[in-house]
């Protein structure tokens, strides 16, 4: 089975700065997906950036950026330029891919809440 | 595109009815649709996975016969709430799998308040 851990409960930073946001993972798979899910006070799951695992390079998506240490099993998102719209609960996923039971089922870590403060 | 939607968005119910919550795909096909719940400031827990025209597969603890979940065509899941009590209570997330690997959407979610 796949475990998701982000350390971090709550997080805070200033709007306009960077923050980076940790999980790690802990797999025996080889072919799988990793998540950020944001979901603000409407509840509503967005994603935010997706990595697949067979990919060396970083995936990145305008102000949003992954450090993605598959050997170490470390999957952080790095939020530049902070907006006040970033508030919200950030959930990272892990997905397993193609083989059988449980496949493409998403096993999320327990969140950290984003506050960003003007 | 790749839109789903639940419906309703908030229910009550009293203590020992039934309520049932629609997950719909509306421009796409999901042969795979999963169910959430989530308890306030929690993380998503899956109860089931549900596949068009077979039984849903439920996560260990799940009560099948409580949580019923029927797959009937390519767009619509539902997840019905037998006799439920307040401690069903709890938003009820669906998602559906897309086309491509790795692609899941999310319905926006169903408020369930049993009293």
């Known amino acids: 089975a796949q475990t998701v851990t982000q350390s971090q409960p709550e997080m805070s930073v200033q709007e306009a700065e960077t923050v980076t946001l940790s999980c790690t993972y802990d797999t025996s798979e080889n072919n799988y997906y990793l998540f950020w899910y944001k979901q603000p006070p409407s509840r509503q799951m967005i994603l935010v950036i997706r990595?697949?695992?067979?990919?060396?390079q970083n995936a990145t998506e305008n102000r949003f950026s992954v450090n993605f240490q598959k050997a170490a099993k470390s999957f952080s998102l790095k939020i530049s330029d902070s907006q006040l719209g970033d508030t919200a609960m950030y959930f990272c996923a892990f997905m397993k891919l193609y083989s059988g039971a449980g496949s493409y089922q998403l096993t999320f870590g327990k969140g950290t809440k984003l506050s960003v403060i003007p | 595109g790749a839109v789903v939607s639940q419906h309703p968005s908030w229910v009550i119910c009293k203590s020992g009815t039934s309520v049932k919550i629609e997950c719909r795909s509306l421009d796409f096909q999901a042969t795979t649709m999963f169910w959430y719940r989530q308890f306030p400031k929690q993380s998503l827990m899956l109860m089931a996975t549900s596949n068009e025209g077979s039984k849903a597969t439920y996560e260990q603890g799940v009560e099948k016969d409580k949580f019923l979940i029927n797959h009937a065509s390519l767009t619509l899941s539902t997840l019905t709430v037998t006799s439920a009590h307040p401690e069903d209570s709890s938003f009820y997330i669906c998602s559906a799998r897309g086309d491509r690997a790795g692609e899941q959407y999310f319905g926006p979610g169903t408020r369930l308040t049993v009293t």
């Open positions: 990595q697949e695992a067979y990919k060396q």
